[in-house]
């Protein structure tokens, strides 16, 4: 199966914002759930936000009011919006698919300095 791709990371100052993109590889009407990971050195991977087909989204609690997650099925994309970045935001971010057959982006680097 194709993988997920990842863009968008980058480094940026304390208090800025990025947007991540995925482009999903499949037809996203079929796929329910969706969502964006991260994995900071030395911590495990944690769930960031999910979204399913219906636009029904979850947070985790330390990006609530901050994280924007959202997904365009025409275009086969999904997004994160990150604002008002925080140095413990720093990781490697993660697009995940599920459908029938789960799969995983590569990742893209999300640094911020403080």
């Known amino acids: 199966q194709v993988q997920p791709v990842e863009s968008g990371g980058g480094l940026v100052q304390a208090g800025g914002s990025l947007r991540l993109s995925c482009s999903a590889s499949?037809?996203?009407?079929?796929?329910?759930?969706m969502g964006w990971y991260r994995q900071a050195p030395g911590k495990q991977r944690e769930l960031v936000a999910s979204?399913?087909?219906?636009?029904?989204?979850n947070y985790a609690d330390s990006v609530k009011g901050r994280f924007t997650i959202s997904r365009d099925n025409a275009k086969n994309k999904m997004y994160l919006q990150m604002n008002s970045l925080k140095a413990e935001d720093t990781a490697v971010y993660y697009c995940?698919?599920?459908?029938?057959?789960?799969?995983w982006g590569q990742g893209t680097q999300v640094t911020v300095s403080s």
């Open positions: 995940w698919r599920g459908g029938s057959v789960v799969s």
């Open positions: 979204i399913t087909r219906d636009g029904t989204t």
């Open positions: 499949r037809n996203m009407f079929i796929i329910n759930a």
